[in-house]
């Protein structure tokens, strides 16, 4: 099993990214997504999932319609489409799997490497 995220970098304040998450290893079409974040010193948590067909999305509070996740179950890829970020988005971006829709880190059985997002001017 691998999930190899990638997309983050360095961006401005109010600027964009794209993040994606390429799964191998099993049947990515029958596992719900999830994207997790962890900044420096504070507990990982969750951004954003979706379910398996794509057709059930949730989003953390913080998100307030400027991400958006996404899947493609012919690539074995979920993305997360990050707009107007700001300074406190900054985090090491985490995809994971899990085998039910769920929001807690804990409930995934999945976890990719990371990839770190930095919003700074």
């Known amino acids: 099993v691998q999930l190899q995220a990638s997309g983050g970098g360095l961006v401005q304040p109010g600027g964009s990214l794209i993040l994606s998450c390429a799964a191998s290893?099993?049947?990515?079409?029958?596992?719900?997504m999830g994207w997790f974040r962890q900044a420096p010193g504070k507990r990982r948590e969750g951004v954003s999932c979706?379910?398996?067909?794509?057709?059930?999305?949730f989003y953390g509070d913080f998100v307030k319609g400027r991400f958006t996740i996404l899947r493609d179950n012919f690539k074995n890829t979920v993305y997360l489409q990050m707009n107007d970020l700001k300074p406190e988005d900054t985090a090491v971006y985490y995809c994971?799997?899990?085998?039910?829709?769920?929001?807690?880190?804990?409930?995934?059985?999945?976890w990719g490497q990371g990839t770190l997002v930095t919003v700074s001017s």
């Open positions: 979706i379910s398996s067909s794509g057709g059930s999305t």
């Open positions: 290893g099993f049947d990515f079409d029958d596992y719900a």
């Open positions: 994971a799997a899990s085998t039910r829709l769920r929001w807690y880190d804990d409930e995934y059985d999945y």
